[in-house]
């Protein structure tokens, strides 16, 4: 079965840096969508950025453009979103989601089947 499990998720000052990773089971890592969502307290679930594994295509919102990238190692089945310039504003629980169906593409709006549990990022002033 699909799983995902997060790691890296803690507390920094705004300025600073965390790298999240997600490691994945159960599926062809290399050719799937993956994804990065936060939720904060009280907000929607917003998707931040997305990959297809296949040819590392990455999308990223207006939110974490320049300041968030992805990236993969395939031979440890893991997905990383290097997280640089943070801002108060980007405390909330992050989660790790993938999507096996790639053919329509990888975009932030597409849906996500599986997901992880979570890692919490707090970014204090």
């Known amino acids: 079965q699909v799983q995902l499990v997060e790691s890296g998720g803690g507390s920094v000052q705004a300025g600073g840096s965390l790298r999240l990773s997600c490691t994945a089971s159960g599926y062809t890592f290399s050719s799937a969508c993956m994804a990065w969502f936060r939720q904060a307290p009280g907000k929607e679930r917003e998707a931040v950025a997305s990959?297809?594994?296949?040819?590392?295509?990455?999308y990223y919102s207006e939110s974490v453009e320049g300041r968030f990238t992805l990236s993969q190692d395939n031979a440890k089945n893991t997905l990383y979103l290097q997280m640089a310039s943070l801002k108060p504003e980007d405390t909330a629980m992050y989660y790790c989601?993938?999507?096996?169906?790639?053919?329509?593409?990888?975009?932030?709006?597409?849906?996500?089947?599986?997901w992880g549990q979570g890692t919490q990022v707090t970014v204090s002033s």
């Open positions: 990959i297809y594994t296949g040819n590392e295509s990455t």
């Open positions: 989601a993938a999507r096996l169906s790639w053919i329509f593409g990888c975009t932030l709006g597409k849906t996500y089947n599986y």
